[in-house]
């Protein structure tokens, strides 16, 4: 008799701990279906709470464990029961903020099983100076129904410059939660105390230049100098620098971060200098205002010149009528029509601390030039109402915007805003204000910077790869010489990450470099680049987060489960259940093989391998002896 093998122990703490981002019950079964095909195969057994996120769905192994006659049975785990969780889902905040602008910060909260139960939301600010983090907003929520997004503001405004961190911390008195993992979401703010600089340009001293460089010149975050097209040496202008001439240098032109064009002539700017204000805006994150007018918009519109400065508008001039500029045409203003994105533009909100919109009591404006629609990515923000003036691409259109590479372009149709002073005189300043801002908005954090991250979000799933993109100039603002730069990476807690990120110049863009960042770990990390000739530091923070899929549904879907094992010949159990029924549900499908011979073993005897050792060694004297060997 043989003694029986020894069984080996099974680690299932190991066995079943949990490996991957996703759940893929259909193809995980499937798998095993293909690899364990026999006619012996009774069935399997599935212990599982139904989820899946990945991969196909469970009708497919179903179909195949029918064909091949095996039975599947699924043991249901986990609650049916819906959990309680608060979550905060996300953040939004901007990165970056003008000293002296008050500022929002927002978290979505979502729940399952807290309806209409009360949550404190607590808002943490810890600044440059702040030793820990201070409490500076605290508030409580009803949540409305389960899984519902719920949208919690905060206005800041900063007194100070510098590196803000805040912390969303949200919780549930009274109640267990499933996790308490997702109740926090921290977030970094830079303040920075640098003014704009804005070059404002006229064709002709218009009404709506003249109050717009007034408000630009008295605020104290804008620099602002004006060039007067119209305008001779010995002319007094309220700004910083007066010019003559367009800014003839790389560097002159990069010095700003918005122009703002009042009906400009733009044929006084050679190719040269298109080309480079092109340049500037897409590349540099320049922006741009451009606001039509009857003496030098109609030249645009049809100069071929022009085509490269047409390009950057969002908009599709049209060829003026003879009515334009008619007085007959132009004796009745119309309300400004806002789209429903106008109607939710922060830059467009004019009033503090009022609900109807500064715009409300305004009677409108009386022309606006006529536009053959919008172009493709553009955003229409408000159309002229005049019905008679409605043409093949619609009603005019008074205002719109549009990414242009990095930077911004706003598009103002007419040059009549500053009969908004008829209602508030304030409310024309704040307009300029917040449109030279939203103008700024891919410059106003870098200024002359010679390097900066260019990067799809700030948030990111563990087990992602992260493209980045990395913009480097040389004191000159040309591309570096190098083909490869290195990035210094800090982890969770400032911990470096050896070696860093290696990026390689991007072929296409010769001021760009590219490569890939795999987090390892969940948490916030820190990217940063020595910009070349320079003691300055550019740097960029990454939010690596746990997949959201494992969390979507924390309660056994028993519907998956029944409809994994329908057809199949076996069933549905409940934990309790199984132990029980397993058994009497597989049937035995073993087969017993007979041999009907006796084998002969021969070649394993004693006596036999002394023969042949003998017979060998026999061969081996008779060659000795007759000298054949």
Do not use: C
């Not at 404190?120 to 009803?142: A, K, M, N």
């Not at 105390?193 to 109050?211: E, H, I, K, N, S």
């Not at 002319?235 to 800014?247: A, G, T």
């Amino acid at each position: 008799t043989h003694d029986p093998p020894e069984t080996t122990s099974l680690d299932w703490s190991e066995i079943l701990q949990p490996r991957g981002l996703t759940t893929r019950l259909g193809d995980s079964l499937d798998k095993l279906l293909v690899e364990a095909k026999s006619p012996t195969l009774s069935g399997i057994v599935i212990v599982s709470d139904g989820a899946t996120n990945a991969g196909r769905e469970v009708t497919f192994p179903r179909q195949r464990a029918t064909d091949q006659g095996v039975r599947l049975v699924t043991v249901g785990v986990g609650s049916t029961e819906p959990p309680v969780n608060l979550e905060l889902s996300r953040v939004i905040a901007p990165t970056d903020v003008q000293k002296g602008d008050a500022f929002e910060f927002s978290a979505i909260l979502t729940g399952q099983g807290i309806a209409g139960r009360n949550v404190r939301v607590d808002l943490l600010q810890q600044g440059p100076s702040d030793l820990e983090p201070q409490v500076v907003y605290s508030e409580e929520q009803t949540l409305p129904d389960d899984g519902t997004p719920t949208d919690v503001k905060f206005d800041l405004k900063p007194a100070e410059a510098g590196t803000y961190e805040y912390t969303v911390r949200a919780s549930l008195e009274g109640a267990v939660e499933t996790r308490e993992d997702d109740n926090q979401l921290s977030r970094s703010v830079s303040i920075y105390d640098r003014p704009l600089r804005v070059l404002v340009t006229a064709g002709a001293p218009m009404r709506d230049y003249q109050f717009a460089r007034n408000a630009l010149h008295r605020h104290p975050s804008m620099d602002i100098d004006i060039w007067l097209q119209s305008g001779e040496p010995g002319i007094s202008q309220e700004s910083r620098r007066l010019l003559f001439k367009f800014p003839e240098t790389i560097e002159d032109l990069y010095e700003y971060d918005v122009l703002v064009m009042f009906d400009a002539d733009w044929s006084t700017l050679d190719a040269e200098q298109r080309t480079r204000l092109s340049n500037w805006i897409s590349n540099e994150g320049g922006g741009l205002i451009t606001v039509a007018g009857d003496v030098f918009t109609p030249q645009l519109a049809t100069d071929p010149e022009l085509d490269d400065i047409r390009r950057l508008y969002p908009v599709l001039l049209d060829e003026v009528s003879l009515r334009l500029g008619s007085q007959d045409a132009a004796t009745t203003p119309y309300p400004i029509g806002f789209t429903q994105e106008g109607q939710v533009a922060e830059f467009l909100k004019l009033e503090e601390g009022e609900d109807k919109s500064a715009f409300e009591e305004f009677e409108g404006v009386y022309r606006t030039y006529p536009t053959r629609g919008s172009k493709a990515g553009a955003t229409i923000y408000a159309e002229f109402t005049d019905p008679l003036s409605r043409g093949v691409g619609g009603q005019p259109i008074l205002l719109a915007g549009q990414r242009y590479g990095q930077g911004q372009v706003l598009y103002l149709g007419s040059p009549e805003m500053w009969r908004l002073r008829s209602v508030n005189a304030s409310y024309l300043d704040r307009f300029w204000i917040k449109a030279v801002r939203k103008a700024a908005e891919g410059r106003s954090k870098r200024g002359l910077q010679r390097s900066m991250f260019i990067l799809d979000g700030r948030e990111f799933v563990l087990g992602q790869t992260i493209p980045l993109r990395l913009r480097a100039l040389n004191p000159q603002y040309q591309p570096l010489v190098t083909d490869t730069l290195s990035l210094d990476a800090y982890g969770p807690g400032g911990t470096p990450i050896l070696p860093g990120p290696e990026l390689r110049r991007d072929p296409i863009r010769p001021a760009e470099y590219v490569g890939d960042f795999r987090p390892l770990t969940p948490g916030r990390y820190r990217l940063e680049f020595a910009v070349p000739d320079s003691a300055e530091r550019i740097s960029t923070e990454l939010e690596v987060q746990l997949p959201r899929q494992e969390a979507a549904s924390l309660i056994q879907e028993v519907d998956v489960l029944k409809q994994t094992v329908e057809g199949t010949g076996g069933t549905y159990l409940s934990l309790a259940e199984a132990a029980g029924a397993i058994p009497q549900l597989l049937p035995n499908k073993g087969e017993q093989i007979v041999i009907d011979q006796q084998i002969r073993e021969l070649w394993d005897r004693q006596w036999l391998m002394f023969l042949l050792a003998g017979l060998l060694s026999l061969e081996w004297l008779v060659r000795k002896l007759l000298k054949l060997a």
